[in-house]
């Protein structure tokens, strides 16, 4: 190739570089708290190609969360975020969490056999999601091997590097650790979201897989701080927490996760997403909560290891 035409080229890969927004966002952080919002992001990739529309898609958002929680990063907690849609791929599932149904050729990896995995990828919610919350179909054609490898490298494995690593500097700062897993519900569940449709959520939901995740003093921290606050409060329902908290915790280690769902009436209107009045009481609450998180050594409180 021609040296002008390398030049060219070169220019051309920087700006189509440039054009595309990174994959996630991570921000390091001095203290033991760890805090990402996987489901937040807003940017549906190109090669995406949904047949279904894109309001339906940004329905399936974690919308806001990420602003609820822009305060964190300044008081030192580590912040990881993803850009891209969660129905683009989701990092909060397993790469063995394949709809195979969905691909043109068969997948070449490990498929999952855990009940509680499958029971996710029959609601359409896998590693790819087949549909929406409401059922809608997204694809109107089969997935290629070759995408479905393509969005774990490009997006799955950089979410997950970020946050394990984030966890890993944590733990060596302070010798325990604190994740929290960031999310957001409709304030009633939709047909196809849970295994419980139209189910009123309460204000705010704390998971940790059935005690498995972290210490029962920390949830009950939680849980009280929040319930004091004049919230609602339910446990490990209908939301246990799913792959990233599963993976990345170790109670016994001082590695303690817990996801977090917050009710998206309290500060946002769900039909338009626009926020409304309730925002800053609850950044107010969340605030709050991250400060008690920040002042607790998990060591002293935790009795169960």
């Not at 909060?92 to 509680?116: F, G, K």
């Not at 107010?284 to 060591?299: A, K, P």
Request: net charge neutral.
């Amino acid at each position: 190739m021609k040296p002008v035409l390398k030049i060219l080229k070169h220019r051309f890969e920087e700006q189509r570089a440039m054009a595309s927004p990174p994959h996630v966002r991570a921000i390091p952080g001095t203290t033991a708290l760890v805090l990402d919002s996987p489901h937040s992001g807003t940017h549906y990739p190109s090669d995406f190609a949904p047949a279904c529309a894109h309001a339906q898609l940004r329905s399936e958002e974690d919308t806001h969360v990420e602003r609820l929680f822009n305060f964190a990063p300044p008081m030192g907690a580590a912040w990881v975020e993803a850009f891209f849609a969660r129905t683009y791929v989701d990092v909060n599932r397993d790469t063995t969490e394949i709809d195979v149904t969905m691909l043109d050729a068969p997948w070449p990896h490990a498929v999952a056999t855990d009940p509680q995995q499958l029971a996710k990828i029959r609601l359409g919610k896998g590693l790819l999601w087949r549909n929406t919350d409401e059922g809608v179909a997204i694809y109107d054609r089969k997935l290629t091997v070759a995408e479905v490898q393509a969005r774990i490298a490009n997006c799955w494995q950089p979410y997950h590097q970020a946050l394990e690593q984030a966890i890993d500097a944590a733990h060596a700062r302070h010798g325990y650790c604190i994740h929290i897993n960031c999310h957001s519900m409709p304030a009633v569940a939709a047909q196809q979201a849970t295994a419980f449709p139209g189910l009123v959520h309460a204000d705010f939901v704390i998971g940790d897989r059935d005690g498995t995740t972290a210490s029962s003093e920390l949830v009950n921290a939680i849980r009280g701080h929040l319930q004091g606050l004049g919230y609602s409060v339910e446990y490990n329902h209908p939301y246990k927490g799913v792959e990233l908290i599963r993976r990345y915790s170790d109670p016994a280690r001082q590695r303690h996760s817990i996801q977090l769902e917050i009710n998206r009436k309290l500060y946002m209107n769900e039909q338009t997403r626009a926020i409304h009045d309730g925002f800053g009481a609850v950044q107010s609450s969340l605030r709050s909560l991250v400060e008690l998180l920040l002042g607790m050594d998990i060591r002293c409180i935790d009795k169960t290891v």
